[in-house]
């Protein structure tokens, strides 16, 4: 399963799609970045052990995925979340090492970056951008000053695997979860999404 859940990333029934990329040649080289090119998995869990970093582990699709790849000793899981002790609690449960990230703070993400970076883990061979908000009424903002759900759900995520690109260790792949919430033919009741440009997106109060 664990080869499966890297390999390709999509449920109809949670309204999930994903995006994937692939990062050839040695480590810190970016100049082979590819974008939905199929990769066997097995590829990358066959060689000797590496971690993946799954944001937004500590629930639902987060820890499902972080569960099932904690029970493959080729990984070696490590999750996020914004409170410590829910990060501790759901690590402990499934065999993980929690980490406390908040994608909402642009200088939390450099912060962890910096801290992760520097620590002694088997190479990093998948990056795993689960973690996500949505508000539905109502406008909040981050602690950047941006709309929160576009700060956590593309600014953080963005800035986090700029700072980890250089971690991970050739064969690898970074995951992007989405969500087609607002997919007019999902019916979800949600309203239709209008999108102007990304500046409005990010400070529709400016």
């Known amino acids: 399963w664990a080869s499966r859940f890297i390999e390709r990333w999509s449920t109809s029934a949670g309204n999930l799609s994903r995006s994937s990329a692939r990062i050839d040649g040695t480590a810190g080289s970016h100049d082979h970045l590819e974008r939905d090119r199929y990769i066997p998995a097995v590829t990358i869990a066959s060689v000797a052990k590496r971690t993946v970093l799954i944001t937004g582990g500590t629930s639902g699709l987060g820890l499902r995925a972080a569960a099932e790849l904690a029970s493959d000793p080729n990984w070696h899981v490590v999750i996020t979340g914004r409170d410590l002790l829910r990060s501790q609690s759901a690590a402990a449960e499934i065999g993980a090492e929690p980490e406390v990230l908040d994608l909402g703070s642009l200088d939390d ?3 962890f970056s910096e801290r992760f970076s520097a ?27 941006y709309e929160s759900t576009f700060a956590v759900n593309h600014l953080g995520h963005f800035l986090l695997v700029a700072l980890l690109l250089d971690q991970l260790t050739s064969p690898a792949r970074v995951v992007i979860v989405a969500s087609n919430t607002h997919n007019p033919g999902q019916r979800t009741g949600m309203p239709v999404p209008r999108y102007t440009t990304a500046a409005e997106l990010a400070r529709p109060d400016a």
């Open 109 to 111: 993400v450099r912060r």
């Open 119 to 145: 620590g002694r883990r088997p190479p990093l061979g998948a990056l795993v951008c689960n973690a996500g908000l949505q508000h539905i009424s109502g406008l909040a903002l981050s602690k950047d000053g």
